[in-house]
């Protein structure tokens, strides 16, 4: 089972809104990616927080993580239309040397005009 | 620079037969990773390459699945006797350090139909 998931699995906002997923995981981690995929495309890489991190922004994107609830929080700000897409979290565990990162299922968010 | 690159970006194959699907990593990335992808779903790890070596393989599902690197570079995904569950997106993605926490930067995919 995959070991990130996220909430909602889908959300509907205006343009100019304010837009928050959620991720959740289970194990320890080292860090935690946020990612976006537009319709049939590759993922592409937003931001990384470490697993000592509380928050960090990145332009119209803040991202916190909360490692004693093994919870993780992206918020868009200032929505656009541009913006829809899916987003996924994906984690590394902590103290390993294996490659295997896990994703959630995602949150597909639209964003209309 | 070029990204990720990925061929076929569509296979479709009769169920039995054997595919091949090619990534290019960016140029100088020591590590590439496979994916795939389901529909609605997010990618779950099929495995990893540190520059030629296979280092982590625990993601692939069956034996039927085989990945190589052979000079560090360019990196084959291939599968054979090809089954309809084997249908979904397969991502590749490469990272410039060995390290496997850096930011990975994915291809496109190739979305494999099997009939």
């Known amino acids: 089972s995959q070991q990130g998931e996220e909430d909602p699995q889908a959300l509907s906002i205006q343009e100019g809104e304010n837009a928050t997923m959620n991720c959740s995981y289970k194990t320890s981690i080292n860090n935690l990616q946020w990612y976006r995929q537009n319709s049939g495309r590759g993922l592409v890489h937003l931001i990384l927080i470490r697993s000592n991190e509380r928050e960090k922004h990145s332009g119209r994107l803040r991202v916190t993580l909360d490692t004693s609830k093994k919870s993780s929080s992206l918020l868009i700000t200032a929505s656009r239309a541009a913006d829809t897409a899916s987003y996924f979290c994906?984690?590394?565990?902590?103290?390993?040397?294996?490659?295997?990162?896990?994703f959630g299922d995602g949150t597909t968010l639209t964003v209309k005009p | 620079g070029a990204g990720v690159s990925q061929s076929p970006r569509y296979k479709v194959a009769k169920r039995g037969q054997d595919v091949a699907l090619r990534c290019d990593p960016i140029?100088?990335?020591?590590?590439l990773f496979w994916y795939q992808q389901a529909l609605g779903q997010g990618p779950e790890f099929l495995t990893y390459f540190q520059n030629e070596a296979q280092l982590d393989k625990s993601g692939l599902p069956s034996d039927r699945f085989f990945a190589e690197r052979p000079e560090g570079s360019v990196s084959t995904l291939k599968i054979q006797r090809t089954q309809q569950e084997d249908s979904a997106v397969y991502l590749c993605a490469s990272s410039l350090e060995a390290a496997t926490t850096d930011t990975q930067y994915f291809g496109p995919g190739t979305r494999l139909t099997v009939l």
């Open positions: 140029s100088g990335h020591v590590s």
């Open positions: 994906a984690t590394w565990p902590y103290n390993t040397n294996a490659g295997k990162s896990t």
